[in-house]
């Protein structure tokens, strides 16, 4: 089984900030790595799909970049909106998700 | 508008069964790959179990491999989740999920139900 391990599992960030986080798959996936957010009591989002392409009706301050092993999302500049859980998911098989990186207001 | 509604999660005890469905509207469903993910409750996503476009191939997690029984009724738009053998940690939130991408296997999740909870315990 391919594991995806996700950093850091929490960070604090203030409105306007830029924000980074990472995804590493435990062998090469190519690209395929999706990115999603979750509100508390909501139901995931797609918000990056093949590791860098955007879903459409996403904002574009967010990106998503990597291949192979390693991973990005990044945050241009943070939203009032933008505060909730992230999670990268594998699909180069069965689909396996990170654990979630918690995203808090400073 | 694409919809994805859950329903059929109760309390169940250990050992009991349970059918989760999920009705699909606003896509030509049977273009499409369905899956099951859950959320324990305060824990992150786990997929559950997949579904081919057709019925024709499905998948599960190691976790409910031989317990859970994918299958979906395309005349209906409908998924379903038969879940035997319950034990207490299949308690969650289980997401019907469509995938992206027409007649493929497994890509991405777009499109993602509310939830229904499964709550096993004595």
């Known amino acids: 089984d391919i594991q995806m391990t996700q950093s850091p599992s929490s960070v604090s960030a203030s409105v306007g900030d830029r924000v980074t986080i990472t995804c590493r798959a435990s062998?090469?996936?190519?690209?395929?790595l999706a990115w999603y957010q979750q509100k508390p009591g909501k139901a995931p989002k797609l918000l990056i799909y093949a590791a860098s392409s955007l879903q459409s009706g996403v904002p574009s301050r967010f990106s998503g970049s990597g291949s192979g092993t390693d991973f990005t999302l990044t945050i241009s500049s943070l939203q009032p909106e933008d505060f909730a859980t992230y999670y990268c998911?594998?699909?180069?098989?069965?689909?396996?998700f990170g654990q979630g990186t918690r995203l808090e207001i400073k | 508008e694409v919809q994805l509604v859950e329903s059929g999660g109760v309390v169940v005890q250990p050992g009991g069964s349970l059918r989760l469905s999920c009705a699909a509207s606003?896509?030509?469903?049977?273009?499409?790959?369905m899956h099951w993910v859950r959320q324990a409750p305060g824990k992150g996503l786990e997929w559950v179990s997949l579904i081919s476009w057709d019925g024709g191939s499905t998948y599960y997690a190691d976790s409910v491999k031989g317990r859970f029984t994918i299958s979906r009724d395309n005349s209906k738009n409908s998924l379903y989740l038969q879940m035997n053998s319950l034990r207490a940690e299949d308690t969650a939130l289980y997401y019907c999920?469509?995938?992206?991408?027409?007649?493929?296997?497994?890509?991405?999740?777009?499109?993602w139900g509310q939830g229904t909870l499964v709550t096993v315990s004595s």
């Open positions: 999920a469509k995938d992206k991408v027409e007649m493929a296997t497994i890509t991405y999740f777009d499109y």
């Open positions: 998911q594998q699909a180069n098989s069965f689909p396996q």
């Open positions: 606003g896509f030509t469903f049977d273009d499409y790959a």
């Open positions: 062998q090469g996936i190519s690209s395929w």
